[in-house]
């Protein structure tokens, strides 16, 4: 039991280093052909922050454990809205910009309505699924540089350009530790939840979920400190959504699974009834008021922190 919990501290470890270095390298490189910082922003830094989900989703689910791929999608989306985000919202209030934000909200309503036809309608995600997945992320690509095209063109900052041959090593060393730390964090997982006897649903929902969100909370902190609230819960919307299509497409396409039941309750997959409607929820919570009142409020961030342990009380209390 020891040695597993010190491999998946260790794995998830591997994924935060490794998602900052391969984001860095990845900035390197859009930087040296001259991509807009802020177009960079939108997709290179999402997209990797986002990676240690990828990397854990397909893993899980080409191992033969769709459990954890699907837990992780639902999970993330969670801590990141009610767990993250919140920390910001509830410590930093601020003004945002709905124009910024109406994109990727209808993005994700959108992801999550496809995502609960799979779950309620037909009970198991299909590669056609997957590749429509895929389809909105791509779309969802197309949208962000169109609007990042038709954005006011910023000042341009003089910044060392780093050498192409550190590019190539962070980027092989990145994506290596977080290969490695995704079959350390499943593998030592899984042991974990047979070992307590809980459910690989819980552990997925909960720390692993935690651990692969690590990059969005590193980035919400730094966001905080630089005065940046409203920066860090655009950023986080994004991850959210990039958990629906790009994590949950990656690994669907790859490897289709059933909807897993884990625990029940009143003899109902809890998924159905608490984890997909809690997502639904978090997610309303943190965009709605934004959109309507221009502004975040300290009582959504206590809310949903209240919300998220509460979450995490029913998922061990079951």
């Keep these: 039991m020891i040695i597993p919990g010190i491999l998946f501290v260790l794995g998830l470890l591997c994924l935060i280093k490794g998602g900052d270095w391969f984001v860095d390298g990845a900035t390197g490189i859009a930087r040296r052909f001259k991509v807009p910082e802020l177009l960079i922003g939108a997709t290179v830094v999402s997209i990797g922050t986002t990676l240690p989900e990828v990397m854990v989703s397909t893993t899980s689910a080409l191992t033969g454990h769709g459990e954890i791929a699907y837990g992780n999608a639902i999970g993330s989306v ?68 169109w609007q990042m095209k038709n954005a006011p063109a910023e000042p341009e900052h003089e910044e060392e350009l780093m050498s192409l041959g550190r590019i190539v090593l962070r980027l092989v060393v990145g994506a290596t530790l977080i290969a490695l730390g995704a079959n350390l964090l499943v593998d030592n997982g899984t042991i974990i939840a047979k070992e307590l006897g809980v459910p690989e649903t819980v552990i997925a929902l909960t720390f692993v979920a935690l651990g692969t969100s690590l990059p969005e909370l590193v980035t919400a902190i730094t966001s905080l400190v630089k005065g940046h609230g409203s920066l860090s819960v655009g950023n986080i919307i994004g991850a959210n959504l990039f958990n629906l299509v790009l994590v949950s497409g990656v690994s669907v396409t790859l490897a289709p699974f059933e909807v897993p039941v884990g625990k029940t309750i009143f003899g109902i997959n809890s998924s159905l009834i608490l984890d997909m409607p809690l ?40």
């Design 78 to 145: 969670i801590c990141n809205a009610a767990l993250i985000a919140a920390i910001t919202v509830a410590v930093r209030p601020a003004k945002v910009d709905p124009k910024t934000l109406r994109v990727p909200v209808a993005f994700f309503f959108a992801a999550a309505a496809v995502y609960c036809f799979a779950a309620y309608g037909m009970g198991r995600f299909t590669r056609p699924l997957g590749l429509l997945m895929l389809a909105m992320f791509a779309a969802y690509m197309v949208a962000n540089v």
């Design 279 to 318: 997502m639904l929820v978090v997610m309303a919570l943190l965009t709605i008021p934004a959109l309507t009142t221009k502004k975040l409020h300290r009582w959504q961030g206590i809310l949903l922190l209240c919300i998220y342990a509460a979450f995490c009380a029913i998922q061990f209390g079951l």
